[in-house]
């Protein structure tokens, strides 16, 4: 009886416990409370459709009228030729950017950060500069950079008369030219913006470890690598978490929109494949079959990511 009671007493005390929190925090959840239904609605009820791919999903039959069919469109999925070229390619472009495009916001950032009080102006100005590309859709992007390196753009025009070369090249048509223009119109459109994240972490530095490494003879380049990288260290392992588990969803806007079928071999990816299997040609149960290997690869690679850190950096999401 006495460990009845104590059981019960220790519920009631969570409860009430509980309650408490959720009175006091009350005008917190309100604020959530719009987007936890936006979420739920137009992201957890719609779940239930990936059941179209072990089925052989027909419009006018509905999804649980559709013949099951099992893992017939898997199966078929992992013998595609073109399947693997758009995993291989999509893997390639999200390695090269990770390596070459997430260090850039944080030296941006660090960069930034060492800018002098009286060149508040000019830190101002390229801050605005640099955001700037974030807001530009890609379709905008993409026309600018079809124009920019086609055969009469910009880029010809300088190269020739420069007598760099003698005849225009064409960069969108070239496999190698094609896959450093994709890297790089992607760093250069969002690496302002994501550089926000960490200047908003190098800001909440105390200002006294700085003094007190002055005062110990620290120069301003011992400064960033002692106290600023360290202390902005867990921001920069969870944000490398939410890239890596998003290296299979690679932008298809930009890749659509600037592919042709002279660099097809690198420009199709998983994304702009899953469009052209379902849409394009009506294949809905296959495609939700490549999207659901998406999102189960992508679940793994969270995990093993979030897992490795945990381990190695003492710093994880969860």
Known sequence: MAINDYSTKNKLHRRNHLLAKLNKQKYLFLLVGPTIVWLFIFCYIPLYGVIIAFKDYNVGLGIWESPWVGLKHFTELFSDKKFYEALRNTSLISIVKMVVGFPVPIIFALMLNELRIRLRTYKKVVQTLTYMPHFLSWAFVAAFMLNFFSETGMVNQLLTSLNIIKEPYTFLAEIPS??????????????GFSSIIYLAAIAGINPTLYEAAYM????????????????????????????????????????FLMQNTLV??????????????????????????VGLFQSLVAFILLYSANSFSRWYAKESIF
């Open 178 to 191: 094609f896959f450093s223009i994709v890297v790089l119109s992607d760093i250069w459109k969002s690496f």
């Open 216 to 255: 110990d003879g620290a120069k301003r380049f011992h400064q960033i690598w002692y106290i600023t990288i360290p202390c902005i260290k867990p921001t920069i392992i969870v944000l490398m978490i939410l890239a890596i588990s998003r290296m299979m969803t690679q932008n298809f806007e930009q890749l």
């Open 264 to 289: 097809m071999e690198i420009a199709e990816i998983l994304e702009t494949y899953t469009y052209k299997m379902g849409l394009v040609k009506g294949r809905f149960s296959y495609s939700t079959a």
